[in-house]
C-alpha cells in the first residue's frame, strides 16, 4: 500500500518527457481535423491568391484592406482546427484526484501537459508549408503588388514573412491546451475556442487598425500613413506605394512594408504564446520551470510591444489602418 500511495518524483528524466512529446505529436499529425484545416486553408490561399474573394488578390493592385493586409489570412481554418484538436487532447484524460493519486506513470500532469504543448510543432510546420505554397505562387507570377493605379510597388515577400501565419497556429494550439486546463469542459472550451478564434482569425480585419493592430494575433508586414484627400508630390513620392481614396479607403494612404516593425510582432506573438503555455503549465503542478516559463513570455511582450512602438513608422493614431 506504501508503494501505491506514494507520489510521482518531482522532476521526471527527459527521456520520458521527450516520449510524451513524440506520443502527442504523433497524436496531432494523424488527426484527421488537422488536415481538414490544412486543406481549407490551402483553398483558402487560392482563394485569397487568384483575387476571386479579396477584389484583387496579392499579385493585383488593391486596397490595404484586400490585398497584401491578408498575407496570413489563409492560414485561419488551421487556427481553429488546431486549438479544437490541442483542448480536446488535454481534455481526454480529466483524471479524478484519487486516479491522480494512485497514477503508475512517472510522469505528472505537469509533464504531461509539456508534451501536449510540444504537439504544437505539428500545425505550425503544416501552416509553414501552406505558406511557403502561397510564397512560390505569389513569386511564380511576377511578385506581389501594393498599392493602385500609377503608385504600385511590385516585390516578393521576405522569408521573414513566412513566420507569422506558423508563429499564431503555434499560439493558437497552445491557447487549446491553456483553456482546457482552466477550464475543464469539452462544451465551455468550445465556444471559448469559437469565439476567441472569430475575434482574432476570422474578423481579422478588426485588426488592421490601430491601436488594435498592435495586438492582432496575425498581421502583415504593411503599413499605412494617411496623407489626407490632397497631398503634396513629395509625400506621395516619399512611400512605396499609395492607395488611393475609393471602396472603404476614404483618404490617400501611403503604404511601406516595415519589416523591423513586423518582426517585433512576431515578438509579442512568441511572448503571448509562452504566456499561454505558462498558465498552462501553472494549472498542472507546481513546479519551478513555470515561473521562468511566464517570465520570458512576459518579457518577450513588453519587447515587442516596445518595439513596435519605437519602430520608425507611419501615423498610428487611432482609426488608422495599419
Not at 27 to 53: K, Q, Y
Request: proline share 6%; aromatic share 10%; glycine share 12%.
Amino acid at each position: 500500500m506504501t508503494a501505491l500511495l506514494a507520489a510521482p518524483p518531482a522532476v521526471v528524466g527527459r527521456g520520458t518527457v521527450r516520449a510524451l512529446a513524440a506520443a502527442e505529436i504523433r497524436h496531432a499529425a494523424r488527426s484527421p481535423l488537422i488536415w481538414a484545416g490544412v486543406a481549407f486553408s490551402v483553398a483558402l490561399a487560392g482563394w485569397a491568391d487568384t483575387g476571386s474573394g479579396t477584389g484583387g488578390g496579392f499579385t493585383e493592385p488593391g486596397s490595404i484592406d484586400n490585398g497584401y493586409a491578408v498575407w496570413e489570412y489563409p492560414v485561419m481554418p488551421l487556427a481553429l482546427a488546431a486549438f479544437v484538436v490541442a483542448n480536446g487532447a488535454a481534455l481526454r484524460e480529466r483524471p479524478t484526484p484519487t486516479a491522480e493519486l494512485f497514477a503508475s506513470t512517472p510522469a505528472r500532469a505537469w509533464e504531461r501537459t509539456v508534451g501536449l504543448l510540444a504537439a504544437a510543432v505539428v500545425p505550425a510546420v503544416l501552416a509553414l508549408l501552406v505558406l511557403t505554397g502561397q510564397y512560390l505562387s505569389v513569386v511564380a507570377v511576377g511578385g506581389a503588388v501594393l498599392g493602385e493605379d500609377r503608385w504600385t510597388d511590385t516585390f516578393d515577400p521576405a522569408p521573414l514573412e513566412m513566420l507569422g501565419g506558423p508563429l499564431a497556429i503555434g499560439c493558437s494550439f497552445v491557447a487549446g491546451v491553456a483553456v482546457a486546463r482552466v477550464v475543464r469542459s469539452r462544451a465551455a472550451g468550445a465556444v471559448l475556442g469559437f469565439v476567441g478564434w472569430a475575434a482574432f482569425f476570422g474578423m481579422y480585419y478588426n485588426w488592421l487598425y490601430a491601436p488594435f493592430g498592435l495586438f492582432a494575433v496575425t498581421r502583415s508586414s504593411v503599413l499605412a500613413t494617411n496623407l489626407g484627400l490632397h497631398p503634396s508630390a513629395a509625400q506621395l513620392a516619399a512611400h512605396e506605394a499609395v492607395q488611393p481614396p475609393g471602396g472603404f479607403v476614404h483618404e490617400y494612404l501611403a503604404l511601406d512594408r516595415v519589416l523591423s516593425f513586423y518582426g517585433m510582432h512576431l515578438v509579442y506573438v512568441g511572448g503571448v504564446t509562452l504566456g499561454l503555455a505558462g498558465i498552462a503549465l501553472a494549472r498542472s503542478g507546481r513546479d519551478v520551470r513555470t515561473r521562468r516559463v511566464l517570465v520570458a513570455g512576459l518579457v518577450l511582450v513588453v519587447l515587442g510591444l516596445a518595439g513596435e512602438l519605437l519602430t520608425p513608422v507611419g501615423d498610428l493614431g487611432v482609426g488608422k489602418p495599419l
